[in-house]
């Protein structure tokens, strides 16, 4: 391991093979007894260097090849670039659920929601917070592993501030490859086995599943937190969980760093760890990333936006925080929506020290503060639906009409997508007079939901994931009983956590239809 602007050997650093650790010496040299299922051989990334990445930009903190044969010495060398400037400071993108299945859909990410991420990071990623990490939190593919490499390219050579900006990825439940799980003529004896073999295309493009590095009073740590059970002619089955190999190697990685009470960890994985504690090995997880000062957990998998505090306790005395970010391929490329009717988008997170500092849900297409849609309580939403065998102009198989519940009727309702239980403040505010709003614990989005059933018919439509209740609805009655006939109001909502900067966005226009919802379509004006 050498740095490469002197030469010079760099001492200290991990290097792991996905099961075991060892560190490099005095004179950078490692020597590591590799495991008989090894395939990739990758250090963790000190803070004060770049994360290394070849002439596309691709990350390269990783070496794959035939490591199986412990018998048979293998050498890779490692050379790293110091960073120009090391802070303490830096931003965090992540972008979950993409969901490329073809030519299409990588037209509409490349053309649309990528060029929103860098455009936003080039503006977002400045002064003190220039050094910026991006993780695509898994389901980058929807199980079309033709496309794998067509996205890869379409990630190649971008820059964000005039720099080489890389993209690191994490696997999600529709990146393993039911093809190489269904050729398998091995003996499965457990999920092990079945992941190890359908992880394969994966890894050959992007790299290990689970890796770590350094940046900032940062550790970053991604993993697999999924299991393959089975599989279809093209996806597979899993279950949530973390095997105990991964565990050990979890433990082994978590040891290394230096100090974890005075520094901040943060763990991508696609499933949510929230609601799933009590699958194989996720409490233990918890467990293992407590004893930093702050905890981070940045997910994806369920297409909808929460931000929820598990009970374990870090060693700062905060709960362990969990970031579930919506899909970015709003409704798999056909709306501006993610499925429970947030708009697409991702997740940017600012950290100062061992703290998080700042936290925005970016919507693609509409500006930073796009954060709030309101509703009228007396509104209500026509939604119909057309057999796709029928022609132009033909009755609708289906009809119907959503409206709010009768004890919302003449009530001003926010929707804040990003809000959680304890961090933020909603207010009514008129002719410069606020009052508190009250939070709704379990609402669903009729306005949403009748779009969906609108576009993707009633039987998907129907599903429960469409029409989830939520908890980021605020609501107020309109003191003349109808919102529609209120003048010089807003909904101003605060995100103030703590040790946090505090954030304000407000909102003075009723969402009475579908504008901005469906692909491509630009927001109004004034949101």
Known sequence: MTDALTGKPIQGVPVTDGYTYTVTDYSGRYALQGNSNARSVYITVPAEYEIPTDGNNHPAYYKNGNFGDTSQKHINDFQLTPRSSVSDKFTLAVAADIHVSNDSDLSKFSGRSLPDMISTLDSYCTGDYSDCITILAGDQMTDNMSMMQPFKNALAGKTVGGRRHTFLHCIGNHDFDAQYFNSYTGSFSDNIARTYVAEKTFVDNFGPTDYSLNIGKAHIVVMNNMKVTGAGSSSVDITYAVSTPQLDWLKADLDLVENPQDKVVILCVHAPIVGNEGSINFKNVLQQLSRFNEVHIVSGHKHSIRNIKHDATCAGGSKVYEHNLQMMGGMWWNTNLSVDGSPAGYGLMKFNGKQLYESVNKTVGADMDHQIRVYNGSGSYYASYFSWTQGAGKNPVHTETYKWEDSLKGKFIARVWNADDDNWTVEFVQNGKSTPMTRLDAQQDHCTFAFSYLFHDRVNGGNNEYYSKLKNFWVIDAPSGNPANETDWKIV??????????????????????????YGASFPANN
């Open 493 to 518: 909502a605060t995100h103030r956590p703590s040790a946090s900067r505090t954030l304000v966005y407000e909102r003075n226009v009723l969402q009475t239809d579908f504008s901005g919802f469906a």
